[in-house]
């Protein structure tokens, strides 16, 4: 009797208890079919909440569903769920799937092998954002095909055939990100918004990019993750459209003396590169087409170097080598090299490799982007050349 009254107490004490935590809470729920041969060994997900704490869970599928319950959030979240597997899974791309943690319920089903197409509802955000994904899926699978045999390596990376198959991801992956864009355009108060323009930083012009984050909703502007925008469009101000291109000196690969107003009244590209980036390398088969195209009209290219060598010694010789290996006659300068008296990445607020700048032939800045996911500077050049 003694027993039944304890547990009784128990209860009545816990109830409040159990019953707060399932009210706190929401379920993610998910039913996953498995195409690809091999089971899943569990499905994680993780985010991090407005005060930046970091939240991590995990659940083992069963017969293909799983449920994982996590706290409500008062503002808004996106979060990360993955599939991890035993063994990698050779020629298939695992794409995460996002999803937005607000205080419903959110309800998955797709297939195993591609997590990040697969259908959710839940929410205004989860919601809106499924209508997106599955606007472009078509897109994505057709790219994750092309890719595949690069993945499995039955076709050489650098083959004739490969930068092919690149250039048709790259038409792509150009569709899928204008749909996006498209999407930050038509909904500026969704919080999907703010999360895909803080992930698409390089698929804008700096000042295009400013624009488009000014346009969201205040609220948004002010959270954690605008705010981390509002930095990046800070740093980047000193090369804003219209502003004049900072003066530096160096001595060019030749051994020559360069100064940048040597180049007044020409327009001009500042690349920001090093032989040790892997995209700054890819791009330069292209700007040595734009080269080629417009240098009889007076274009020219400023490369400018940031090598890591220990040594000023070792970055000359990584850099002379690049230059000879990839053909890039033009401009050259390596920014290591007198930095004490002038650091001209510093100076430009480089953030990231490459770093493109587009100049008139007074000096200002026409345009401002990082890596090489857009056309900006083709369809300026066209604006200016008439071709």
């Not at 979060?79 to 943690?101: C, H, K």
């Not at 033009?330 to 953030?351: G, K, M």
């Not at 007074?362 to 008439?386: C, E, F």
Request: net charge neutral; with cysteine; charged share 25%.
């Amino acid at each position: 009797m003694r027993k039944t009254w304890t547990s009784l107490l128990i209860f009545f004490f816990l109830f409040p208890v159990l019953s707060l935590a399932q009210v706190d809470s929401l379920s993610i729920n998910g039913e996953l079919k498995n195409r690809s041969g091999e089971m899943i060994e569990r499905i994680t997900l993780s985010f991090t909440d407005h005060s930046g704490k970091r939240h991590s869970y995990s659940a083992v599928p069963q017969s293909g569903t799983f449920e994982i319950r996590v706290p409500r959030q008062e503002l808004v979240v996106d979060a990360t769920l993955r599939t991890v597997y035993p063994d990698p899974m050779n020629g298939v791309i695992l794409r995460p799937l996002n999803l937005f943690i607000h205080k419903e319920n959110i309800t998955i089903k797709g297939q195993s092998n591609e997590l990040d197409l697969a259908v959710v509802s839940g929410g205004q955000e989860n919601n809106d954002y499924n209508t997106l994904r599955q606007s472009t899926a078509p897109v994505v699978r057709k790219a994750s095909k092309l890719y595949a045999p690069l993945l499995k390596k039955e076709i050489v990376s650098d083959s004739e055939e490969a930068k092919t198959i690149f250039k048709q991801i790259s038409v792509l992956h150009r569709q899928e990100n204008d749909a996006q864009k498209q999407f930050i355009q038509a909904h500026p108060h969704s919080y999907v918004s703010l999360f895909l323009l803080y992930r698409m930083k390089n698929h804008y012009t700096s000042d295009a990019y400013a624009q488009a984050f000014n346009a969201l909703d205040i609220n948004h502007r002010e959270s954690r993750m605008g705010k981390g925008i509002q930095r990046t469009i800070e740093k980047e101000s000193v090369t804003a459209k219209g502003a004049t291109a900072l003066a530096f000196e160096r001595t060019t690969v030749e051994g020559n003396t360069f100064k940048l107003g040597d180049l007044k009244g020409r327009v001009f590209l500042l690349d920001f590169w090093g032989s040790w980036c892997g995209p700054c390398r890819a791009s330069m088969p292209h700007l040595k087409e734009l080269h080629s195209l417009y240098k009889e009209k007076g274009f020219e290219i400023v490369g400018i170097a940031q090598e890591r060598g220990k040594t000023i010694e070792d970055s000359k010789a990584s850099w002379e080598k690049a230059i000879n290996e990839l053909g890039i006659h033009w401009i050259n300068v390596l920014n290591n090299e007198n930095i004490e008296q002038f650091d001209i990445v510093s100076a430009y607020r480089i953030n990231g490799f490459p770093t493109k700048i587009l100049v008139d032939e007074q000096g200002q800045i026409i345009l401002r982007l990082t890596a090489s996911a857009t056309d900006d500077i083709d369809v300026a050049l066209k604006k200016i050349y008439g071709f």
